[in-house]
């Protein structure tokens, strides 16, 4: 008996047919939802919860604070579709897995993404509990989802990246922010691969190099997201100092605790951005 091999052509369409059998709605909005920021979901109008280990060749998010669900529905008059929860590179996912959910909300045909993550903080303005808008990102993990089979529906091989994350969503978020009366920050994030927090020395190089906070997620899915077309909107949530800058020992428990706490300001700007878009 001769086995064929999906290409990943084959498998992103296969998803994106059955997501299109089941859900009723076009999604204009995509939302990334990062460590402990999954309550945003709870906010969805007429829900539909599709849980990640029931779509077809859809990865399964295994880190503590990401539920693992697709979520579409409406947000303040926006159709949206919402992962509640990630991929990464240090699940040992490779590449096109970690942006695998990014490329069908694309495919299904949204015009923006907002993604958000947990990360720490850099620059000593910065403190645990701010946010962070995206301005730009250094990808010191190298990795890059364009690489590999070229797939016409995902958009052209070569493509900029001058303008990663959207100057007039930016705009926007400056708007939200002071009209909640939230001081409004703005940065460069650094992708390490993880799951080890990074050494002093490192945070040290970071900060020579122009960084103001670093994560290990994100910037997989924002060149994904650019390549296909789609305008971006990065926030990060600082959740604690980085190493070197802190004294204090680095946990996962300590990201999702701020996580938790800070919920209702991230939400709200979330609530503004999306309502203005």
Known sequence: MNFRIMSERERLLKTVSYLKNKVKIKPEIGIVLGSGLGELANLVEDPLIIPYKDIPEFPVSTVKGHKGNLIFGNINGKNVAMMQGRFHLYEGYPVNKVVFGVRVLGLLGIKTLIVSNAAGGINENLQPGDLMVIKDHINFVGENPAGGEEIEELGPRFFDMTCAYDEKLRSIAREVFEELGVSFKEGVYAFFKGPSY????????????????????????????????????????????????????????????????????????????????
């Open 198 to 277: 990074e050494t002093p020395a490192e945070i040290r190089m970071l900060k020579i190099l122009g960084a103001d906070a670093v994560g290990m997620s994100t910037v997989p899915e924002v060149i994904a997201a650019r390549q296909m077309g789609i305008r971006v909107f990065g926030i990060s949530l600082i959740t604690n100092m980085a190493a070197g800058i802190s004294k204090a020992p680095l946990s996962h428990e300590e990201v999702l605790d701020v996580s938790k706490k800070a919920g209702e300001k991230f939400v709200n700007i979330i609530l503004g951005v999306v309502e203005k878009i």
